[in-house]
């Protein structure tokens, strides 16, 4: 099995990660070679984003079945990494479809299994953005939150994606990247991505976006999902809701950008979508390849929930692989396939 993307890559069944709490200052791979590792890594973001971290479970189960692990081990295993992280459903929806929802099947048809999931979100990235690109135009000032390119996801990203399209078919835009506090997907890892891309971009902190807009240098705005609930709310990074109420308010356009496995069916609404909370040292500080700073008095209470949920009112149109729609529809449920 050799698989490479801009955060994972297996060669001859060896799993690496690139640990993303080192970006951008140190680009440092940590093979996986034990259950617990890999769960560790899923808790504390070195993989991270709501694709990236399904496609990387499963891929860790291929290395287990290859080393010869039971089907009841590897069974306890998918169900131990399906806890990993509660919020994106991604995770739920890859351990489902390897062997918790699945028929039994044999090492050799996991291991292609895992594969396929790989190989689809490639797949599913090149829809969205192809997609989403026909939504930005010449001249578009787009703010962005989090981290949901390369780093995200086994190909080019979602939201990122759809950015990265739109640059690469020439047109002349501009990206506002939000900071995202508290674990600066954005300051960090977004703008690791525009770098390379040469995307052209400028930092902001995640309070600097509502003058921008009233300034009208910020014309729509892209960002992921984690979670999309049967009603069309959706769960993502921390701050997302925020940023759609300022389009709203502003009168611009918000997409949100998911591949189909980010939707969560049983979910009738987005108050049903489980939220993770953080430790509270988070927000104290930061930590990273810089070192560890504490601004806040050490014994200062802090609120960190890592995802929080917008209502499908406040969406234009949510962007999928498998199509474009819009609120109306949305809220009929057309976005759920069958
Ligand atoms: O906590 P993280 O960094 O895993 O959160 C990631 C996000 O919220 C992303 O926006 C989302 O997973 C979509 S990534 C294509």
Request: aromatic share 8%; glycine share 8%; with cysteine.
């Amino acid at each position: 099995m050799n698989l490479h993307s801009l955060a994972i890559k297996c060669v001859d069944f060896e799993l690496f990660l690139l640990d993303q709490t080192k970006l951008p200052h140190q680009e440092i791979w940590e093979k996986i070679t034990t259950l617990p590792q890999m769960i560790a890594a899923i808790k504390e973001l070195k993989v991270r984003g709501a694709p990236l971290i399904g496609v990387s479970a499963a891929l860790f189960l291929a290395v287990m079945a290859k080393e010869g692990a039971s089907f009841e081990t590897l069974k306890k295993a998918a169900q131990e990494l399906f806890q990993a992280r509660p919020t994106a459903v991604n995770l739920m929806w890859a351990m489902d479809r390897m062997i918790l929802k699945s028929v039994p099947k044999t090492s050799a048809e996991l291991i292609k299994e895992a594969e396929m999931i790989f190989h689809e979100d490639v797949r599913l990235c090149l829809a969205m953005t192809k997609h989403g690109a026909d939504f930005i135009h010449d001249g578009d000032g787009i703010l962005t939150h989090c981290n949901t390119g390369g780093l995200a996801t086994a190909g080019i990203g979602t939201a990122l994606g759809v950015i990265r399209k739109a640059h690469e078919q020439g047109k002349k835009i501009h990206v506002y990247v939000d900071e995202t506090r508290p674990l600066l997907q954005g300051g960090r890892l977004t703008a690791f991505e525009c770098e390379k891309l040469k995307i052209p971009y400028t930092l902001i902190c995640d309070n600097m976006a509502a003058v921008l807009m009233a300034a009208g240098k910020i014309h729509k705005a892209f960002v992921g999902a984690d979670r999309v609930a049967a009603n069309g709310d959706f769960a993502n990074k921390i701050g997302t809701y925020n940023v759609a109420v300022l389009c709203h308010y502003h009168g611009l356009p918000f997409y949100p950008v998911a591949p189909y496995s980010t939707i969560d069916p049983q979910c009738a609404s987005g108050k049903l979508i489980p939220i993770e909370m953080r430790e509270e040292n988070e927000v104290r500080g930061a930590k990273g390849s810089f070192g560890e700073v504490v601004w806040a008095p050490k014994n200062a209470r802090g609120f960190n929930p890592a995802f929080d949920v917008t209502p499908a009112t406040l969406i234009t149109s949510f962007i999928f692989d498998h199509g474009v729609f819009n609120q109306a529809q949305l809220r009929m449920g057309a976005h759920l396939k069958s």
